[in-house]
């Protein structure tokens, strides 16, 4: 009969091989653990660089989003504009006339802005057909506008009509950059890998 030594060592050694077996299952579980790490990570890194490429698109569709937006926006008179042209204009009493291009809305309302805050400024006024356009004649009145309209930061351009009163003439808008409009692609979307 065997001895209990003898049972005791092969229960020792039956220990060792679990253990072994064990600790080899361990290891292989370790190693598969971080292999399954490594491309986690790997996707991370992809991911990061994916929002990175959707940002920078995002950026330019914002930039360009606002460009387009001060290009089709309305013109008008602030009430800040409005104010440092009533301020520099009331003492200089002159005669001013002002169109604007019939049929065009927006030109209509920015000459209105205008009318408003030349009546408020002068005493007499009655204003090219694109943009904001300041007579030459007579080249003193002419020189009072212009200073105010720069002050205020109100953008106008020379009207070469032959007059001999002041005129402003409020012109339809035209999009200081035609081609904005071309510039609108699609985003390019996220980065192929």
């Known amino acids: ?25 361990a290891n292989t579980k370790i190693a598969d653990a971080q292999a399954r790490a490594a491309t986690l990570e790997l996707e991370a890194a992809k991911l990061r660089e994916t929002t990175v490429g959707l940002e920078l698109d995002l950026e330019r569709e914002r930039t360009l989003r606002v460009k387009m937006q001060k290009e089709i926006a309305w013109r008008r008179i602030t009430a800040a504009q409005e104010v440092k042209l009533v301020e520099m204009l009331r003492s200089h009493p002159m005669t001013v006339t002002l169109q604007a291009v019939a049929g ?67 012109g339809s808008k035209m ?9 609108l692609i699609p985003l390019s979307g996220p980065p192929q890998h």
């Open 104 to 170: 065009d809305p927006e030109s209509t309302l920015y000459g209105d802005d205008m009318r408003r805050t030349l009546k408020a400024a002068l005493r007499n006024f009655t204003g090219p057909m694109h943009g904001l356009g300041l007579s030459t004649n007579p080249p003193d009145e002419r020189s009072i506008i212009a200073s105010a309209f720069k002050a205020a930061d109100v953008e106008f351009g020379d009207d070469a009509t032959p007059t001999s009163e002041l005129t402003i003439v409020v």
């Open 175 to 183: 999009p200081a950059n035609p081609s904005l409009l071309s510039d």
């Open 1 to 25: 009969m065997p001895s209990l030594e003898f049972f005791a060592m092969l229960l020792a050694a039956g220990g060792a091989i679990l253990l072994y077996l064990s600790a080899t299952n």
